[in-house]
């Protein structure tokens, strides 16, 4: 028998097939659906979808391929050399319209009260392939709905079993939360016991449902889909800058989903982007212009709150003022904040406002390792990372290249719930994470090229490598590529210069790159746009008092580092705070409030952590008399007669900013404290998924979920039964300048002599930062 003849044009491992008559190539192993999909030939489908693995249940996709005794799925018929395949023969359509008919038997049909309607893969696909009237006269079925949680609602008599939900809650959330009970006309699809989705990406199985069976609860029965514009916008939550969609009628975000970028976060949407438009309109956003005058605060006009705010700060120049900048800010509003610093003589201008050691300088930088990389490393070493709750669509990628075989390594103040197997991990304390690096560097060093950063050659000679640390450092050396991924627990340490140094050094020997993750939405570009000190950083303005301090954006309670020692600074101060809302903790040590507009509501620019700028647009108007901040930055530099205030729009402004400057880090080291008093325990401060900003904490629907656990402090069980301290029961936290009681919680995960405390919560803000000594007693 003679080889078939080979097209000299076709590529390396492709085939050539005809769909339709249509003549094509397609690589070895992929199916039909997806030569048929790159040639534009639809075929209708309900359980595949291009991001989850292939299950084939459905059979609306059935097609015609020659010298097939039966119609073949689309999704699961690999393409072969010589293929033909119909996809609008007799065979095949009647096969596609069966298919349909089968669906829609138990289908309860009530589109005109769906919040799918509209939207609906069921709706389409029966347009074309259902029939107009049901030969199916017996009783439907009726499934019982499941209380999944306060984000995703459920309909399940909708529900056509495609299983995209399950599917994307074990393959990409991970949680294996969702499974199929039962057989035959009694299948269902629930979570089992009727618990909560407690994934922090719940909210992409509304968008994989083809049908109305799960949708998005806080939008349900609020408006139909044709009656939404889409806005274009970026998530502001994490350093990723997540793309997504406003969908607006009225004046108002009705809801999120996501817009395409496989460079970022491919088709899907941390719950936190999806969802925080809930927290837009909360009730204390500040619409008005305010001035206090005495204790009593009063509206105002904006010609009367810029005259006051630029007599104050005349009148407070120079040292005298500091000027604290949330690191979501745009590109464009640093930028005036910059000149205005400049004008007025201050050098005390800062972003890093959780940031606790400032010996190297730090400065936020874009990843060395893009995202769509991660996904192919070998090896990854997490340190003072959680990057399930810190940047979810970065986990997705850890986990996507977990379970090709990659392993994956933690040195953390806490055993994290990561979502894909650890192959080792090194749990301590605050006070230990130095030393337990040093080892790790130690180990690097020995056979490795890469020399050892300035000022630590003592410590790592001293330091002792062990086989822990051993077979982590050959298993980064040894992958085909490794990345080491640093977060908030290690760039907020106390001693994060050690650490970002020894991490630097780890990824130098082992040919590792390192991705440091930025500290905010826009730290690096707020770092290029010189929202950066030339004399006092955010630590210093704090420890040292200013005369006058500007907020931007800033919850003096809970951005900072030692929201404490922040409050202290400000109670003694004149403040001026260019906020969106007014909470109690700001009206009492502001004397300007300046309404400004948030991301959603203004034009601006941000860069991601892949070093990208991304330009958003708005999608609402900000309520009342807000205005977007570069708006009032231009009228307050008129006001101060400052030089670059002269444009007239945005477009103008833009153009007069020149180019943003790359600013690299220092190379200092902070002074080693190891020492802890007697009986004391030392705090792990993670900031709670749901808390991390102004708008979350007021994002209804996101503190309702399980994931927002609640001020609380987690000891190791050996240390609360040491204090006779019982799960349940309150603890007195005390850290020598600020208490706290909290409800005790008990857990293995977190080492001993450790006191995990989420911060975000009012009722942690009065403890002081990660390492800080504790002394911890029943309340």
Wanted: charged share 20%; glycine share 8%; hydrophobic share 40%.
């Amino acid at each position: 028998m003679s080889a078939q003849p080979i097209n000299p044009n076709t590529p390396p491992d492709h085939v050539n097939i005809e769909i339709d008559g249509v003549a094509m190539t397609a690589p070895k192993g992929s199916m039909i659906i997806h030569a048929s999909d790159k040639a534009g030939i639809p075929i209708p489908r309900f359980c595949y979808h291009e991001k989850l693995p292939i299950a084939a249940n459905c059979r609306m996709c059935l097609v015609d391929v020659e010298k097939a005794p039966k119609p073949m799925p689309a999704c699961a018929t690999p393409v072969m050399e010589g293929m033909k395949v119909y996809t609008q023969t007799k065979r095949a359509l009647d096969s596609q319209r069966n298919v349909m008919e089968f669906l829609l038997i138990n289908h309860p049909l009530d589109c005109p009260i769906c919040d799918q309607g509209g939207e609906c893969e069921l709706q389409d696909v029966a347009m074309g392939y259902g029939r107009s009237v049901s030969r199916f006269t017996e009783s439907k079925r009726v499934v019982p709905d499941e209380n999944i949680g306060p984000l995703v609602a459920t309909d399940m008599t909708r529900c056509i079993h495609c299983t995209r939900c399950v599917r994307f809650v074990s393959e990409i959330a991970g949680t294996y939360e969702l499974g199929g009970m039962s057989r035959g006309e009694n299948l269902s699809i629930g979570t089992y016991i009727g618990k909560n989705i407690d994934s922090e990406l719940s909210g992409n199985i509304i968008d994989v449902c083809p049908v109305g069976a799960l949708t998005n609860k806080p939008f349900r029965f609020r408006a139909r889909a044709w009656e939404l514009v889409a806005k274009e916008s970026i998530g502001y939550h994490d350093a990723l800058g997540s793309n997504l969609y406003h969908h607006v009628r009225r004046g108002e975000i009705l809801r999120s989903v996501p817009r395409d970028n496989e460079a970022v976060n491919e088709a899907w949407l941390s719950d936190r982007d999806r969802y925080a438009h809930t927290g837009l309109r909360a009730s204390d956003r500040v619409a008005m212009p305010m001035l206090r005058d005495g204790a009593n605060w009063r509206e105002a006009s904006w010609d009367e709150a810029l005259k006051r705010t630029s007599e104050l700060l005349a009148a407070n120049k120079g040292d005298d003022l500091g000027m604290l900048v949330n690191p979501a800010t745009t590109n464009e509003e640093g930028a005036l904040l910059a000149r205005i610093a400049k004008h007025l003589g201050t050098g005390n201008l800062d972003h890093r406002l959780r940031t606790a050691d400032f010996a190297d300088a730090p400065v936020a930088q874009p990843f060395a390792m893009p995202l769509a990389e991660i996904e192919t490393v070998g090896a990854v070493l997490l340190i003072g990372c959680n990057p399930r709750h810190e940047a979810p669509l970065l986990n997705h990628r850890i986990r996507k290249t977990a379970t090709r075989g990659a392993k994956v390594f933690a040195l953390n103040p806490i055993d994290f719930d990561l979502n894909y197997p650890v192959a080792q991990k090194r749990i301590v304390t605050p006070n230990a994470m130095v030393d337990a690096l040093l080892s790790l560097a130690r180990a690097a060093g020995e056979g490795g090229t890469a020399t050892p950063p300035a000022g630590m050659a003592d410590a790592l000679g001293r330091a002792e490598s062990d086989d822990f640390a051993k077979a982590m450092i050959a298993s980064l050396r040894d992958a085909s590529s490794a990345v080491v991924i640093l977060g908030e627990s290690a760039l907020n340490h106390p001693q994060a210069s050690w650490l970002r140094a020894l991490a630097q050094h780890i990824a130098d020997s082992t040919g590792a790159r390192l991705n440091a993750l930025p500290q905010g939405a826009n730290a690096i570009g707020l770092a290029r746009n010189g929202v950066l000190p030339t004399a006092r950083d955010a630590q210093a303005m704090l420890a040292q008092p200013r005369k006058a301090y500007v907020l931007y954006g800033v919850d003096p309670a809970h951005d900072l580092a030692d929201s404490t020692a922040g409050l202290k600074a400000f109670a003694q101060s004149t403040v001026v705070a260019f906020a969106a809302y007014a909470d109690e903790a700001l009206k009492r040590v502001a004397h300007v409030i300046l309404p400004i507009g948030l991301l959603p509501e203004i034009d601006g620019t941000l860069i991601n952590a892949l070093g990208d700028a991304q330009r958003v647009t708005p999608a609402v108007k900000a309520p009342g008399e807000a205005r977007a901040g570069w708006s009032v930055l231009r009228a307050l530099g008129e006001k101060l007669a400052a030089p670059g205030f002269d444009f007239v729009d945005f477009t103008d402004m833009q153009a007069g900013l020149g180019i943003p400057q790359d600013v690299a880090s220092g190379t200092g080291l902070a002074s080693r404290d190891t020492t802890t008093s007697e009986g004391c325990l030392q705090r792990i401060a993670t900031t709670a998924i749901y808390r991390a900003d102004a708008v979350l904490r007021r994002a209804a629907p996101l503190n309702a979920h399980t994931l927002t656990r609640g001020a609380r402090i987690v000891l190791h069980p050996d240390d609360a039964a040491a204090r006779e301290l019982a799960s349940g029961a309150l603890a007195k936290v005390d850290d020598g300048r600020g208490t706290a009681t909290l409800p005790i919680e008990t857990s293995a995960r977190v080492p001993r002599g450790g006191a995990w405390i989420e911060t975000g919560y009012d009722a942690t803000a009065p403890i002081a930062g990660a390492g800080a000594i504790l002394n911890v007693s029943r309340a």
